[in-house]
């Protein structure tokens, strides 16, 4: 992780073979980042006091989802860049992706607020309740396709939204709702898609 996030570190390996650790050089604040201070002031990092015994703060930057909130997913597939076959109507597919964006949007909301178990609904409502003067099209290679690239880009979103920076620290209640919420989508998933396009269940299990 360390590498991806800083891939110009150097590294120093201490210890005997076997039992070995790294020590990474070039690391550090920048002194225009928001976290500058509490890295390098009495609030955030370690100092020695007036008796010369070294103190450190209890203080740490915690993350939470809901500093997230607002957050608009980038745009979806526009029908007009889209190469469609005659026989899928243009209306038609520029309809679909617009309900499901609005979709995605409010699952990516719920992310937000940490209201996992309201995903479930979303889900089932969506799918299931889908009209039906557009069953027809989700089979289509074309709609699956489309699926499965807004599909990309709302984990992408939503990943953006639940992993912190390097600098804070996820609580540990929160990390274990989100594997509890990656365990059970794919449950839900499977309820939502029933008897719905071998194809687009594929896609979106991918």
Request: net charge positive; charged share 20%; aromatic share 10%.
């Amino acid at each position: 992780i360390i590498r991806q996030q800083f891939p110009q570190l150097t590294t120093r390996r201490l210890g005997t073979r076997g039992q070995s650790k790294y020590h990474y050089y070039g690391i550090a604040v920048k002194e225009s980042s928001q976290y500058y201070d509490v890295m390098y002031s009495k609030k955030g990092a370690a100092w020695v006091n007036d008796s010369g015994k070294k103190e450190v703060p209890k203080q740490t930057v915690t993350y939470s989802p809901r500093s997230k909130l607002g957050t608009l997913l980038p745009e979806f597939p526009n029908v007009k860049d889209l190469n469609l076959p005659s026989s899928l109507p243009k209306e038609k597919i520029s309809t679909f992706i617009m309900m499901y964006r609005t979709h995605c949007q409010r699952i990516l909301d719920t992310v937000i607020r940490a209201n996992f178990d309201e995903v479930q609904s979303f889900l089932l409502h969506f799918w299931q309740g889908m009209p039906p003067h557009m069953l027809p099209v989700l089979g289509s290679s074309t709609v699956v396709n489309i699926v499965g690239v807004c599909d990309s880009i709302l984990y992408k979103a939503i990943s953006g939204v639940l992993m912190p920076t390097v600098l804070q620290a996820l609580p540990d209640s929160l990390t274990q709702v989100i594997r509890k919420f990656a365990k059970q989508l794919d449950e839900w998933l499977k309820v939502a898609l029933h008897n719905l396009p071998e194809n687009l269940r594929n896609i979106k299990f991918e």
